[in-house]
């Protein structure tokens, strides 16, 4: 080991929940080195496009750095007075109902930890919830009805003993990178089998063996099938099932189920449940596709029928599989962060559970019975009910459903106050009182991820200006709100070790969740704790539960339920004809508060988008690159037209990310309706139903400038780039006067800096540059139609002695490298496409050896097939 890699901090990625080791080196300039960690057991050194990006995201830029109160930079002593004042004296008039607390799953459990002792046993309420809710609550559902407890019973090493994977609404391939690169790795040495079920053609699906393009939100009917196929094949586990309740409801509900409703044919269908029902070593892996839904909870349970059924549970290669979204929604399940639960997986409405929360406390009270979900939250913020609202590191101004009508309960509540890195949030706009907290490389205590593993986050850079840690905050307030003793932490090892400790109490409840063996850890090894899965190794079959058929329900026995088809709750109809499903773009995380810092991140998919079918898009006179108003009854949106048969007529896909701060016109959540599962409080939000149209703007642009831009006209989107900034832009109406225009969009005063002007005003053409001292400033292109440029070169320009940047072309000695499609290694589809013609390309492996494209994170590896397999059909029809 060289003396710098000695020097490393191990720590974890802040993303998804994969929850990848990573290995930071400060550089002494403020930034990191980042790489994967060898010996993380998630990921095994590799990262995807985001983890790799990481250490462009940090940096002062940005970022608060001292609390706010009402616009005003204050100190720490005048604001956590405010805040711990106003919450008392709201909860002596209105009760600890009318306060509530909106937290995320970029919470380490530590402070995870203190909020919920703060608000469930020393408020006394129970409204607190984690923006986890809309990520897998179904889960959370599915799991406790079936198992008694919300545990997810495999490990990622079963990904890599099954013979058959099926990916059901996970886009796993862009949205969890590192475990679908493990999957294809294990496909190479076992020949695993995949399949995708999924409405919409997706990254995931290349290379598949099989695509269901089933109907939206049909996955139960599915399933149902698969249940009554597995009894009519004579497959159902004999052994297993005197350890599960409720089989016959199951089938008799399964059977009154048809699965044409799912669209897919009839030999699709039988194809399927053979080779799930033939092939002994089957995980089925879920998420958002699944959990986002009116139905998810019985969506989930749907798919866990079948694996008790089968008894393909909790042994090596089985198993149903729940990958989290987040980093630490894991941890945040496991300590109480969702309204329904008590810490350490124990039951808020259990009377002994909570008696056994309390006296462990030994707080004044506890929250009798579960609070508000997230959306009957700010539903209550909005209708006054909650008059003090406290969100923490999210930013639910725009993830909500209805957005709009979240923003302005927030916006019209008594008193906010918003925890976040930054103040440049659509949320953290609304706060009274803004807080600065660390950032992650600042974070110091433990995450959870998607099987289970525990894995110290450490703090690698000091904490900038007034920031704090989140627990640091919280426990100053419980303090400051007169419970000094039970807030009396001095360090996140400290408050692990109480979380432990109770852990213990629920362990001897018969709770799942039970690290009890680290009650009693010291500092130093807690500062060295190594990624461990829980249960300890050993107590269990390889770290996984149920193969020995023992669950958590009091009788021990698992719960197979009477699932019935439930069609998404929004009807299309001749107003609103399209479904609409929303979700993640492989380079993007969030509301792109760190990711959009990043210009390789940015250049992945530099603008909000609509996916739209060609029948669709013919029908309504959509045209590539048109810009589409999508309206529903909730809002409207304006989005870039992306047409492409990836989804199915009268479907539509938009990404989730852009906000306020990037592009306010495609927050795309305003259109989603805030309907959500009965059981789960999860919002439906991947089954909206929509209009389309043509936006028909006057005018249409392209600017690039080395300064942050900003635009004020109709859509915009900006995006960074390794010279400066890009945005997309257009109008209603025709600027008279085109340089007043651009120099106001790049913040110009007259005479300042040097226009070079070319307008056609016969044809509505306008191109602007501005120069000084000789370099490219900035430049704007605009005309009556989407303008036709080569965008990614001319992103590179700011900056330098581009004199002929108006021409919108590369010279012919600087070929333009087209949109990125490989991030770790900047190259893009022209010259991809240029390798596989004048090399004679044949394979993705062939690409990498070629470009490098491909052979670091391999997030890019099903683009490049798709690039690959598009440019050999094109070649073989001519
Ligand atoms: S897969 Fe990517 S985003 Fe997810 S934890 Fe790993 S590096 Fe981070």
Redesign the pocket.
Known sequence: MTDARACEIRST?P??G???GVRLRPTGDGGLEVRGDPDHPA?FGK??S??SALAETLGPEGRLLSPIVRGTETGWDEALTLVADRFRETIEQHGPESVAFYVSGQLLTEDYYVANKLMKGYIGGANIDTNSRLCMASSVAGHRRAFGTDTVPGTYEDLEEADLIVLVGSNLAWC???LHQRILAARKTRGTKLVVIDPRRTASCDGADMHLALRAGTDAALFNGLLCAIHDADAVDEDFIPSVQGFDDALAAASSDRAEVTGLSEDDLAAFYDLWIRTPRVVTIYSQGVNQSSSGSDKVNAILNCHLATGRIGTIGCGPFSVTGQPNAMGGREVGGLANMLACHLDIENADHRAAVHAFWESPRIAAAPGMKAVEMFEAVGDGRIKALWIIHTNPAVTMPDADAVKSAISGCDFVVVSDITGATDTARLADVLLPATAWGEKDGTVTNSDRTISRQRAALPAPGMARPDWAILAEVGRRMGWHDAFDYASPAEIFREYAALSGIAGKLGRDFDISGHADISDSGYETLEPFRWPFAGERSGGRFFGDGRFYHTDGKARMLPIRYRPPAAKQGPRFPFRLNTGRIRDQWHTMTRTARSPRLAAHLAEPFLEIHPRDAERLGIAAADLVRVESSQGSAVLRARITDAVQPGDVFAPMHWTGETAPSARIDVLVAPVTDPVSGQPESKASVCAVRRFDAAWYGFAIAADRLEPSCDYWARARTRAGWRAELAGATVPQDWEAEARALFGLAPGDAEAQVLIDARRGLARIAFHREGRLIAALFAGPEPVALKRDYLATLPGTEAWDALTGQPPADRPDPGPLVCSCFNVGVNTILAAIESQGLVSVEQIGAALEAGTNCGSCRPELAAILAAAHAKEAAE
Request: include cysteine; hydrophobic fraction near 20%; charged fraction near 5%.
């Open positions: 990625c993303y998804c994969v929850g990848c990921n990262l995807c985001k983890g969890h990178p590192v």
